[in-house]
């Protein structure tokens, strides 16, 4: 019989409520607070070579574009307009503004997936947005994660963003959650998803495999190390500039930017917006706001339950009692993917692997740490939660009362219906003309590495269109409702 686990089973629904309820807090984001935790992906030496890239010397002050971000999303914008150029003949000059440290927001303190959704949570989907649309939600991550994949593969970057290809093993801790497997299994192979990849494991198969007594489902994926896919992905797009007469990519860490105000007289002028950093403003065209759970800061009517709410997540980094053998190389969710967990590769001198697990917000309900902007503590509740996860749910494979290698917070922008806003900035209460030339692409609810950079990808499309006055079509992997003018009627 299974361990008693140290987490709430079976409380998706009680976060949802709440996620659809009345704001917990009448203040739209802060910006990000100066003094994070310590993030392991940030924080190993050498790790983050552009961390206060463009933090002092002069601010450039004059942008076709400026991106406010560095993050997955910042940075995946920057690179596709480095690869999109011929799609407008006027030279581009691209500004990224972050506000603290390079990719030091959710993207360099997540869990370090990369895996496409095959499957999972289709019939709900379906029943909410139609066929056609969660078809292009399962499209949306296998061409980011096909994506990203290929241009590893092509610079030869794989092993040094330590790129795995390990699959991913969900456990199905409750009968609920088997069964809605199932159905979504059933319905996605019913509309034609290619599930073939998709094996469901009994939990005596999982207990040979992995050590843990439940049943499971296994579908292909990889781990990664997600600042430096970031910071390889920046480099890609800086060298297109260095070598280019019309595109130039500057970035700017530690100058946050503040407010956003129309240009007077920009009917006579090429720069509608001058966005304000306490190192000086930067004139821009166009703005795309990449900043994800903090985007209500500048954009106000994204505060609350129709917007995007910050919510703050927990990672724990802690040492196997196994060899790496013993654990595998699969990365794992399971609960209803509240906790999510991979064995890193192992570094020089080591035999046993370090793992990094997060989850654990369950254990804060009934705030879910939802309307958290604050990553520089972290929940108690959420810790004792994580350290007593594994040892529970693998016994023998990890020590019980171990303490972790390192604890660490980060924020995430969850939206009521776990989709991102992709698209123009639109407020329902203003002039459809008050945001003209600004875009976002945030609320990825705690799911941004199989989305965030093809969603980066659509929104560079729209602004290219937008410059040389053609008509953006949409992908066939993009899902229609991510599109921000489809979303109007979540404010109501």
Same mark, same amino acid.
């Given at each position: 019989?299974?361990?008693?686990?140290?987490?709430?089973?079976?409380?998706?629904?009680?976060?949802?409520?709440?996620? !659809?309820?009345?704001?917990?807090?009448?203040?739209?984001?802060?910006?990000?607070?100066?003094?994070?935790?310590?993030?392991?992906?940030?924080?190993?030496?050498?790790?983050?070579?552009?961390?206060?890239?463009?933090?002092?010397?002069?601010?450039?002050? @004059?942008? @076709?574009?400026?991106?406010?971000?560095?993050?997955? %999303?910042?940075?995946?914008?920057?690179?596709? /307009?480095?690869?999109?150029?011929?799609?407008?003949?006027?030279?581009?000059?691209?500004?990224?503004?972050?506000?603290?440290?390079?990719?030091?927001?959710?993207?360099?303190?997540?869990?370090?997936?990369?895996?496409?959704?095959?499957?999972?949570?289709?019939?709900?989907?379906?029943?909410?947005?139609?066929?056609?649309?969660?078809?292009?939600?399962?499209?949306?991550?296998?061409?980011?994660?096909?994506?990203?994949?290929?241009?590893?593969?092509?610079?030869?970057?794989?092993?040094?963003?330590?790129?795995?290809?390990?699959?991913?093993?969900?456990?199905?801790?409750?009968?609920?959650?088997?069964?809605?497997?199932?159905?979504?299994?059933?319905?996605?192979?019913?509309?034609?998803?290619?599930?073939?990849?998709?094996?469901?494991?009994?939990?005596?198969?999982?207990?040979?495999?992995?050590?843990?007594?439940?049943?499971?489902?296994?579908?292909?994926?990889?781990?990664?190390?997600?600042?430096?896919?970031?910071?390889?992905?920046?480099?890609?797009?800086?060298? +297109?500039?260095?070598?280019?007469?019309?595109?130039?990519?500057?970035?700017?860490?530690? %100058?946050?930017?503040? =407010?956003?105000?129309?240009?007077?007289?920009?009917?006579?002028?090429?720069?509608?917006?001058?966005v304000t950093t306490p190192r000086g403003p930067v004139a821009a065209s166009y703005v795309l706001h990449a900043t994800n759970a903090y985007a209500s800061h500048l954009l106000p009517h994204l505060h609350g339950p129709s917007g995007i709410v910050p919510t703050r997540g927990q990672i724990i980094a802690t040492r196997a009692g196994v060899t790496l053998d013993a654990l595998t190389t699969s990365g794992f969710t399971g609960n209803e993917g509240f906790e999510y967990w991979f064995p890193r590769p192992l570094e020089a001198n080591q035999t046993n692997p370090l793992v990094i697990l997060g989850g654990g917000r369950e254990?804060?309900?009934?705030?879910?740490?939802?309307?958290? %902007?604050?990553?520089?503590?972290?929940?108690?509740?959420?810790?004792? =939660?994580?350290?007593?996860?594994?040892?529970?749910?693998?016994?023998?494979?990890?020590?019980?009362?171990?303490?972790?290698?390192?604890?660490?917070?980060?924020?995430?922008?969850? %939206?009521?219906?776990?989709?991102?806003?992709?698209?123009?900035?639109?407020?329902?209460?203003?002039?459809?003309?008050?945001?003209?030339?600004?875009?976002?692409? =945030?609320?990825?609810?705690?799911?941004?590495?199989?989305?965030?950079?093809?969603?980066?990808?659509?929104?560079?499309?729209?602004?290219? =269109?937008?410059?040389?006055?053609? !008509?953006? +079509?949409?992908?066939?992997?993009?899902?229609?409702?991510?599109?921000?003018?489809?979303? /109007?009627? !979540?404010?109501?």
């Amino acid at each position: 019989m299974a361990a008693v686990l140290p987490v709430f089973l079976n409380v998706f629904a009680q976060q949802q409520a709440v996620l !659809e309820g009345p704001a917990q807090s009448s203040q739209a984001a802060s910006l990000p607070v100066p003094n994070p935790t310590k993030s392991f992906w940030l924080d190993t030496p050498d790790a983050n070579p552009l961390a206060k890239e463009g933090s002092d010397g002069p601010l450039t002050a @004059d942008a @076709d574009i400026v991106i406010l971000g560095s993050g997955i %999303t910042g940075v995946s914008a920057a690179y596709h /307009l480095s690869r999109l150029l011929s799609a407008t003949d006027q030279p581009l000059k691209v500004v990224i503004l972050e506000a603290r440290d390079f990719c030091s927001g959710a993207t360099g303190r997540n869990g370090g997936h990369l895996t496409a959704n095959v499957f999972q949570d289709f019939a709900a989907y379906s029943a909410l947005f139609g066929v056609d649309d969660a078809k292009r939600a399962i499209a949306l991550e296998k061409h980011t994660v096909s994506e990203i994949v290929n241009i590893l593969n092509l610079s030869g970057h794989q092993h040094a963003v330590d790129l795995i290809a390990g699959g991913r093993t969900n456990l199905l801790f409750t009968e609920p959650e088997v069964a809605e497997a199932r159905i979504d299994y059933e319905a996605a192979k019913k509309a034609g998803i290619d599930v073939s990849g998709v094996e469901f494991l009994t939990k005596e198969q999982v207990k040979k495999e992995y050590g843990a007594s439940y049943p499971a489902v296994r579908t292909p994926g990889y781990n990664i190390w997600p600042l430096k896919l970031v910071t390889h992905l920046y480099r890609l797009a800086k060298e +297109t500039s260095d070598n280019s007469t019309t595109f130039s990519l500057a970035l700017h860490t530690n %100058t946050p930017a503040t =407010a956003i105000t129309p240009i007077s007289g920009s009917e006579s002028s090429s720069r509608r917006w001058n966005v304000t950093t306490p190192r000086g403003p930067v004139a821009a065209s166009y703005v795309l706001h990449a900043t994800n759970a903090y985007a209500s800061h500048l954009l106000p009517h994204l505060h609350g339950p129709s917007g995007i709410v910050p919510t703050r997540g927990q990672i724990i980094a802690t040492r196997a009692g196994v060899t790496l053998d013993a654990l595998t190389t699969s990365g794992f969710t399971g609960n209803e993917g509240f906790e999510y967990w991979f064995p890193r590769p192992l570094e020089a001198n080591q035999t046993n692997p370090l793992v990094i697990l997060g989850g654990g917000r369950e254990q804060s309900k009934p705030e879910f740490e939802l309307y958290v %902007t604050d990553d520089s503590q972290v929940n108690p509740k959420v810790g004792k =939660a994580l350290r007593e996860f594994l040892p529970t749910v693998f016994p023998g494979l990890y020590e019980a009362g171990k303490a972790p290698e390192m604890e660490w917070s980060g924020i995430m922008g969850y %939206t009521k219906t776990g989709d991102p806003f992709v698209g123009p900035v639109i407020d329902s209460a203003s002039s459809g003309a008050y945001y003209n030339g600004q875009y976002v692409s =945030a609320g990825y609810t705690g799911h941004g590495m199989p989305r965030a950079f093809s969603c980066a990808e659509a929104v560079v499309q729209m602004m290219l =269109a937008d410059i040389s006055g053609k !008509e953006w +079509t949409v992908p066939d992997w993009l899902p229609r409702h991510h599109l921000t003018q489809n979303r /109007l009627h !979540e404010s109501e």
